[in-house]
């Protein structure tokens, strides 16, 4: 199975910072890469999909870059309903599996 | 609107066995792969099992394979699994979950609570 690795696993930025979390792949996957949002009680929420681009509605503040085994999720100006767990999954082979969560925290 | 609504979880003593339902609408069910995602408390996301829009191709984590069976009704627009020799490690609350076609999973039910426990 393909073991994706996030980093890191938690981050605290104040608001308007320029948030990075990196997802690793142990093998190249094409672009065949989510992002998703979690908070606290709810359901994960879809941000980027085929690794680059933003689902309908997501604010534009979130965008994903990366192919083959580097991703990135960049938020450009954290706001405070930012506050959430974010997850990388990849779709290049079964089984589908996520990275271990990074969890952002508001300073 | 695309709805997922998930249903059937529990208590269930180890060793046990349990179906959930996942009850779609508000998009053409048979055209989507569906998926079950499930989460331990406290925990992250973990990827339980997959199937295709006819129900032909199937996908399990090796954690539950052998052990819970995923299929769908497209008749009734319900995905389910069956979870079967239940371990108290399967705690988790369960999502399904829509497949995009575009390595995505867009929509996601929320959520099935299962415990095993004696």
């Known amino acids: 199975a393909i073991q994706l690795t996030q980093s890191p696993s938690s981050l605290s930025a104040s608001v308007g910072d320029r948030v990075t979390i990196t997802c690793r792949a142990s093998q190249g996957i094409s672009t065949a890469l989510a992002w998703y949002q979690q908070k606290s009680g709810k359901p994960p929420k879809l941000l980027i999909y085929?690794?680059?681009s933003l689902q309908s509605g997501v604010p534009s503040r979130f965008s994903g870059s990366g192919s083959g085994t580097d991703f990135t999720l960049t938020i450009s100006s954290l706001q405070p309903e930012d506050l959430a767990t974010y997850y990388c999954?990849?779709?290049?082979?079964?089984?589908?599996?996520f990275g271990q969560g990074t969890k952002v925290d508001i300073k | 609107e695309v709805q997922l609504l998930e249903s059937g979880g529990g208590l269930v003593q180890p060793g046990g066995s349990l179906r959930l339902s996942c009850a779609a609408s508000g998009f053409d069910f048979s055209t989507y792969a569906m998926s079950w995602v499930r989460q331990a408390p406290g925990k992250g996301l973990e990827y339980v099992s997959s199937i295709s829009g006819s129900g032909g191709t199937t996908d399990y984590a090796d954690s539950v394979r052998g052990r819970f069976i995923i299929s769908r009704d497209n008749s009734k627009d319900t995905l389910f699994l069956q979870m079967n020799s239940l371990r108290d490690e399967d705690t988790a609350t369960y999502f399904c979950a829509k497949y995009s076609g575009w390595a995505a999973l867009d929509y996601w039910g929320q959520g099935a609570l299962v415990t095993v426990s004696s």
């Open positions: 999954q990849q779709f290049n082979s079964y089984p589908w599996t």
């Open positions: 085929v690794a680059s």
